[in-house]
C-alpha cells in the first residue's frame, strides 16, 4: 500500500509472477515487524486479575512469548501450554486441553484462564467452545475458573489483532447486562497495547474527573510491580472480573486505537450492540490533538469540563512545543511498529513539525493511510505508508528517504546504528534498554516525556557529530 | 522459609534429592500439560544449534511467530558475515495454509539466495508445514539444483517431540553437510569442536588454547560456524563435544561413518576447561602435548587465581540454585561454584537423562534439589525453601530470582558475556560476586524481613574490599 502520490522511484511490493495464488503478499519477510497473535492475546489476559494465559498448541509458543515478554517487562510471565505431541495433532488436544486446565487449576487456583489457540490448532481445526463447554461439565475440581477463549492463528494478523481479539473476548464472554444493584455507572476504557506506565498515568488522568474507569486490559501493576516477599502465583493488580461483568453497565466506552477505529466489530462495539453503551473510537491519547479528543470524550462521559489539573498538563506540553520547535522542524522520522501506534505517531509527528516520511507497520488492515490522514490531513501526499512492511523493506528505503531519527521498538537498532541514526525506543518490544514497561507517550504529560526524547536525541546526535563539541545549546 | 506452593502430583518423580535414596527419576518425557515447562518445542532446538553457522540462509517456513522471536537474540559471535543474525520466514498467511506453501517457499529461497549468496540454506519446518502436508524435501532439492548450494531441509516441526528431537533434526541436517568437502592438508592432531555456540567470543577463546597446544580445530561447526568448514570437518581425528545434549548424534554418526571418535567435554569452569585439554592431549598419545597443555593451564590458572580468591572470601557458604538446559553444564557449574566457595542447593535441567541425575544426585551435597523439566512454581518454591543467594539460569527464571530477591547469572545464550575458558571462569565469578554481593538485596522485602536475626553485614563493604 502507498500514498498517492509517492515517488515512483521507491520500490512497491516484491514483484509477483502471473498465476501466483495470492499476490498481494510477498514471498518471504525479512526481519519482521510484528509478531505473532497469540502474543498479544497473552498480554491482554495478563491485564485481567488472577489470569493465567493458556495456548492451545506446541511447547514452544507459549516458551518464546515468555520470554519475549519477560525480556521487556522484566517480570514473571507465566502462560501455560497444552504442550501437543504428534498424537494430539492426529488425534485432536482435547486430552492435552483438559489436562493442561486441570493443572492451571491445581497450581495457579486461578479465577480466569485465558485459552488462546495457535496456528497448529487452527490448522487442524479444533473445535475450542466445545472443548470448553466438555472441560466445564467433566471438571470436578472445586473452584473453577472462567474461561475465556480467543481464536488467534499466527497466519492471521500480528500481535495487534491477537491483543484486540482478546480484548474483545473476554468482553463478549463476561460483561453482563445492568445489575439490579446501584452503583455509579464506570467508563469502559479500551486503552490498546500500552506501557504499564502510560496505562498508570491514563489512569490518573481518568480518575480526576471523578468517575470510575475499568480498563481492559489493565497490566499496569502485573507487569511492572514490586518486590516480592513471597511468590506470587499470578501477580497481583489487574482488572477483577466483577468490574468486567459489570461493563454492560458502563456509561460510555473509550476505544484507543485510530486502525482499530475502522474494526467491525470490537469490545467496544459489542458493548454498544448489545447494552447501548455510547462508544467513542479514538486514536491513542499521544500529542495535543489526539489527548484533546480523548479529554473531549471525558468530558462527555463524566458529564463533566476538563479539571484544571488537566489543563496546567496541556498548557505545560503546548510550552515545550513551542521551546523546541525549531529544533524539530523540517525533520524526518521513520515510524514503525503495530498500526496504532504508527497511526497515532505520525499524527503527532504532525503537530511538531516533524515529518513521518515513512509509516511502515507489520500489519495489513488496510486502514493505516486513511487512519493517519483522517487524523493529520496535513500529511496528505507527503508521506509513504506501508503496511505489511518488515525491516528488510524498510531498509531498501531508508537510504533515499534521509530520515534524520527512527521511532519505534528495538527491532530498529541494527538499522539505526548502521547509519548512525538516533533511535527513540518506545512501543513493543524494547529489549535493549532497562525501563521499557515505563516507556510513557499517552496524555498530554506522557507526551511530554516521548516530544522530551525525541528533541533530546536529535540534540544529542547534533552535538555528538559536532566537531566543536558545544556544551550549551 | 517455606512456600505454600504445591508441587503437582504427575510432576512428584520428576523431583529428587541428593543422599536420599529413591528410584530412577522421572525424564526425557514430553512436558506436562499446562505445568508451565521452561522447555521449549523441536523447532527451538534445531534454531538453536545451527543458528550460529553464519554464512547460511536460516529460513523458517511457517507463520511469523518462530522466526520473529528467533530473531539476533542469542549472544552467538561471528569473525565474518552476519547473514545469520536476520530473520528470514516465509511469513505463512491463511491461503498459503490452505492451499500450501511449497510454492511460495519456493520462490522465498530463489529471492533470498540470490539477494544474499549464502554457502548453504537451511529451511526450518514449524508446527503447520507438519499438518499442510508441504514437501519441503522436494523444495530444497529443486532449489538446491538451480542455486548450486546446498539446501538442507530441517526437519523441525514443534510439536513432533521435544527440543531434544530438535537436536537431532539439526544434526541430520548438519550430517548432509559433512564429507563433501575436501580434507587435504588437516594435521594428525587436530578436533572439531562441537556444541560450542561461541557465545561472546568463548569459541575463540577455547581455539586459542588448543592452538597454543600444537592441536588444529579444523572446524567449530555450531560456534562462529561457517559451512565450508563444516564440509570439511570430517578430516579431524577427534570430536570434542561440549553441549552433549545437542550434538552428541552428530559425533556418534560421524564416529559411526568416519571413525572419528568422540570424547564428551566442558569447558565451563577451571576443572572442567582443563580436563578437556588434558584429554584431548592424552588421546593424541603426545607427551609433548600434554606439556603444552599443563602449561597453558598453569599460565592461565596463575592469571586468575589470585582473584578468584579474593572473590571466593566473600562468597563462601552462599548456596546457588541452578537450573539449566542440558546436564552436563550443571556438572560443570556445580564444580565452579565451589572454586568460589559455594554450594548448589537445587540443580534442574531441561533435558537431562536418568544418567545424568544419577551423577548429579552423586555429585551434589545431601539435601540437595534435583529436578527435571520445572517450572516457574516449583522453582520458587525450592529457592525459597532452600534460601537461595544465587540463581543461574536463562531470561526466563531470571524474574523469578529478581522478584525474590535472590541474584542472577545468565548461563544461557543469550547472555553477552564469556563464561567458557579459564577466563570465563573469572568472568563467571565476577557475574556472581557482582549480583550476590550487591547492596541492593538489603532493600528487598524477603531480605530485609529476615535481617534482624542474620548476622547482616552490609553486602557492599565486603564486596568492594574484595574487588579493590
Known sequence: ?473 | MSSDIDILPSRTASIAEAGRAGGPMKCGKVSVAGSVSQRACVFCGSRVVLYPIADALHVVHGPIGCAAYTWDIRGAQSSGPQLFRNSFSTDLQELDVIYGGEKKLERALLELIAKHQPKAAFVYSTCIVGLIGDDVSAVCKRVAAATSIPVLSVASEGFKGTKKDGYRAACEALYKLIGTGDAAGISKHSINLMGDFNIAGESWVICEYFERMGVEVVATITGDGRVDAIRRCHGARLNLVQCSGSMTHLAKKMEAEHGIPLKRVSFFGIEDMAAALYETAKFFGSEELMERARAVVSEEVAKIFPQLRAWRADLEGKKAAIYVGGAFKAFSLVRALRTIGMTTAVVGTQTGDADDYNQLREMCDPGTIIVDDSNPLELAKFCLEQDIDLFIGGVKERPIAYKLGIGFCDHNHERKECLAGFVGMLNFAREVHATVMSPVWNYVPRRARRMPNAECRTANDRGEEAVA
Open chain 1, 1 to 473: 500500500m502507498s500514498c498517492s502520490s509517492c515517488k515512483p522511484s521507491l520500490p512497491g511490493p516484491a514483484l509477483v509472477n502471473e498465476g501466483d495464488e495470492h499476490p498481494e503478499f510477498p514471498s518471504s519477510s525479512t526481519n519482521p515487524c510484528k509478531l505473532c497473535t497469540p502474543l498479544g492475546a497473552c498480554l491482554a489476559f495478563k491485564g485481567i486479575a488472577g489470569t493465567v494465559p493458556l495456548l492451545h498448541g506446541s511447547q514452544g509458543c507459549a516458551t518464546y512469548i515468555r520470554r519475549y515478554m519477560i525480556s521487556h517487562f522484566r517480570e514473571p510471565v507465566d502462560i501455560a501450554s497444552s504442550n501437543f505431541s504428534e498424537d494430539s495433532a492426529v488425534f485432536g488436544g482435547r486430552k492435552n486441553l483438559h489436562t493442561a486446565l486441570e493443572n492451571v487449576t491445581r497450581q495457579y487456583k486461578p479465577a480466569m484462564v485465558g485459552v488462546a489457540t495457535t496456528c497448529l490448532s487452527e490448522t487442524m481445526g479444533e473445535n475450542m467452545p466445545m472443548l470448553l463447554g466438555e472441560y466445564r461439565a467433566e471438571a470436578t475440581q472445586e473452584g473453577q475458573p472462567a474461561l475465556v477463549h480467543v481464536s488467534t492463528p499466527s497466519f492471521k494478523g500480528t500481535h495487534a489483532e491477537g491483543f484486540h481479539a482478546a480484548v474483545r473476548a473476554i468482553v463478549e464472554t463476561l460483561a453482563a447486562p445492568r445489575s439490579t444493584l446501584e452503583r455509579l455507572a464506570p467508563i469502559a476504557l479500551m486503552p490498546g497495547m500500552v506501557s504499564p506506565a502510560d496505562l498508570r498515568h491514563l489512569r490518573d488522568l481518568v480518575s480526576w474527573w471523578g468517575v470510575p474507569a475499568t480498563f481492559v486490559p489493565d497490566y499496569s501493576e502485573t507487569l511492572d510491580g514490586g518486590s516480592w516477599s513471597n511468590y506470587e502465583r499470578m501477580p497481583s493488580g489487574g482488572t477483577s472480573l466483577d468490574e468486567i461483568r459489570a461493563l454492560g453497565s458502563a456509561r460510555a466506552t473509550i476505544e484507543c486505537g485510530l486502525v482499530l477505529a475502522g474494526e467491525k466489530s470490537t469490545a467496544g462495539t459489542h458493548l454498544a450492540a448489545k447494552f447501548g453503551v455510547r462508544l467513542h473510537r479514538l486514536g491513542l491519547p499521544i500529542g495535543l490533538r489526539q489527548t484533546d479528543l480523548f479529554c473531549g470524550a471525558m468530558e462527555e462521559a463524566a458529564n463533566a469540563v476538563i479539571p484544571e489539573r488537566v489543563e496546567r498538563e496541556r498548557g505545560r506540553l503546548i510550552d515545550a512545543y513551542v521551546d523546541a520547535h525549531k529544533y524539530l522542524s523540517g525533520r524526518k522520522a521513520i515510524v514503525y511498529g503495530e498500526e496504532d501506534l504508527v497511526a497515532s505517531l505520525a499524527v503527532f509527528l504532525a503537530e511538531i513539525g516533524v515529518w513521518p516520511v515513512l509509516c511502515a507497520a507489520g500489519g495489513r488492515s488496510g486502514r493505516l493511510e486513511s487512519a493517519i490522514l483522517g487524523a493529520a490531513p496535513e500529511l496528505k501526499g507527503r508521506i509513504e505508508v506501508r503496511e505489511g512492511s518488515d525491516f528488510g523493506e524498510i531498509e531498501t528505503q531508508i537510504a533515499e528517504l534521509k530520515p534524520d531519527l527512527l521511532i519505534g521498538s528495538s527491532k530498529g537498532y541494527k538499522l539505526a546504528r548502521s547509519l548512525g541514526l538516533p533511535l527513540v525506543r518506545c512501543g513493543f518490544p524494547v529489549h535493549d534498554r532497562i525501563g521499557s514497561q515505563r516507556i510513557q507517550m499517552l496524555g498530554y504529560t506522557g507526551t511530554l516525556q516521548l516530544f522530551d526524547c525525541i528533541v533530546n536525541a536529535l540534540l544529542e546526535k547534533k552535538q555528538e557529530d559536532s566537531e566543536i563539541g558545544y556544551s550549551y545549546l
